[in-house]
Structures are given as structure tokens and as C-alpha cells.
């Protein structure tokens, strides 16, 4: 394992399950909980919206309120092993539920229901569409309703 990888710290208890290096020999370690991406960037499963990965780039984009919306990291990697795959299947993984629903008078919202890695319990979030209009309180109130409705009926 290269210095660059077992330097990076790792919270408690968890362990290194995938790792790459950048061009400037900086290194990305997965484990079973996260991302660690160089320049400090700590992004849980259920905190990454997408990740695409195009030989030699990585992209991961952070969970935000507007779709799309969130931190980007790009890295581009040289010795990547198995962590694109490795990435893309842990963020897969994460999403337990998904519906996307229209708003009133425009817009729309996806309700998402996330699951955390060791937890069956789902964290709940409302991503919505771009344009939305987030300032009216009646779009706000239905996009709340359709997500207790999913909690009430998924868990």
C-alpha cells in the first residue's frame, strides 16, 4: 500500500476498502461508511447524489437541496484499482427509495430515502428540481407531505 494511502486517518473503527492515487500522488480511500478525497473531503454514501466515472476522471456530486446543485469533486486518478466501481456501487447501494413527484403550480421534488452503512433505519431527503420555486410556502408544504407519506408507508 502506498505511504499516501495509509497516511490518510481514518475514523474509528473503520477500515480501508478500496483506495487510488492522483496524478500528484495525492490518494482517495473508500471505506465501508465514505469517501475521503484529497484536500479533506469527507462525503458519506448517502451524502453523494451521482458519480460517474470517465477513465482517468472521477466525478462525485454531494447530495443538495437543488439537484445538481451540490460540491463537485473531480480527481483525476493513474492507478485506480477497483474504487470507481467500488464508489459507484456503495452510492448505489445507498438509496433505498426514490419517487419523483410533480409540485404545484411548478417544479417538482424527488423523495429520497437513504440508508446509512450498519443502519436499517432511512434518512429522508427532498431533492428538488431545478427552477423549482422554493420560496412558496404551498410547494414547501406539499413536498413535506409526500415525504411523510413515504415515511409513513416505507419506514
Known amino acids: 500500500m502506498p505511504e499516501a494511502v495509509s497516511a490518510v486517518a481514518l475514523p474509528a473503527g473503520e477500515r480501508r476498502a478500496a483506495w487510488a492515487l492522483t496524478a500528484d500522488g495525492a490518494a482517495v480511500v473508500a471505506t465501508e ?3 475521503l478525497l484529497p ?3 469527507d462525503l458519506p454514501w448517502e451524502g453523494v447524489e451521482r458519480v460517474s466515472w470517465k477513465r482517468p476522471s472521477l466525478l462525485v456530486v454531494a447530495s443538495a437541496e437543488v439537484e445538481g446543485t ?24 445507498s438509496v433505498a427509495w426514490s419517487r419523483h413527484e410533480r409540485l404545484s403550480p411548478s ?17 429522508w431527503q427532498l431533492v428538488y428540481d431545478a427552477g423549482t420555486p422554493l420560496d412558496d410556502p404551498l410547494v414547501r408544504e406539499q413536498a413535506e407531505q409526500l415525504l411523510l407519506s413515504a415515511r409513513r408507508s416505507i419506514g
Not at 493513474?78 to 459507484?88: A, F, I, K, S, Y
Not at 417544479?107 to 432511512?122: C, I, K, N, T
Open 33 to 35: 461508511r465514505r469517501l
Open 39 to 41: 484536500g479533506g473531503a
Open 70 to 93: 451540490g460540491a463537485q469533486h473531480r480527481v483525476e486518478l493513474v492507478e485506480e484499482g477497483d474504487l470507481p466501481e467500488l464508489v459507484r456501487s456503495r452510492v448505489t447501494a
Open 107 to 123: 417544479g417538482g421534488v424527488r423523495v429520497v430515502g437513504r440508508r446509512r452503512p450498519g443502519s436499517d433505519d432511512l434518512d
